[in-house]
Nanobody, 124 residues
Framework: QVQLVESGGGLVQAGESLRLSCAASGRAFSSYGMGWFRQAPGKERDFVAAINWSGGTTYYGDSVKGRFTISRDNAKNRVYLQMNSLKPEDTAVYYC?????????????????WGQGTQVTVSS
């Protein structure tokens, strides 16, 4: 069993940055592929970024490529999402997810554990 707790969300102006953090409890964190997803009001949950067990392979959604960076620290059981040049359309609840597989995935149905989410609001 893995428990995930996100932090770092908040209210920022367009163009500013935020770093989200996801703390994982449980053993064998380095065995899990990790992902970030987001859901805006009235919309479906969208893929944001994913990272494999070692951090050597990453994927990004088209709307965040070049602005967001996913990383992980297996010694600290944490995964991060650095978000730069934020836009109002990035406003959403951001969720951290873990997949019991060394590989990550772009599909939310492939993930086994989810955090409670953290709100990110970007004002124009």
């Amino acid at each position: 069993q893995v428990q995930l707790v996100e932090s770092g969300g908040g209210l920022v102006q367009a163009g500013e940055s935020l770093r989200l953090s996801c703390a994982a409890s449980g053993r064998a964190f380095s065995s899990y592929g990790m992902g970030w997803f987001r859901q805006a009001p009235g919309k479906e949950r969208d893929f944001v970024a994913a990272i494999n067990w070692s951090g050597g392979t990453t994927y990004y959604g088209d709307s965040v490529k070049g602005r967001f960076t996913i990383s992980r620290d297996n010694a600290k059981n944490r995964v991060y999402l650095q978000m730069n040049s934020l836009k109002p359309e990035d406003t959403a609840v951001y969720y951290c997810a873990a997949r019991f597989d060394h590989l990550s995935s772009l599909y939310d149905t492939k993930y086994d554990y989810w955090g409670q989410g953290t709100q990110v609001t970007v004002s124009s």
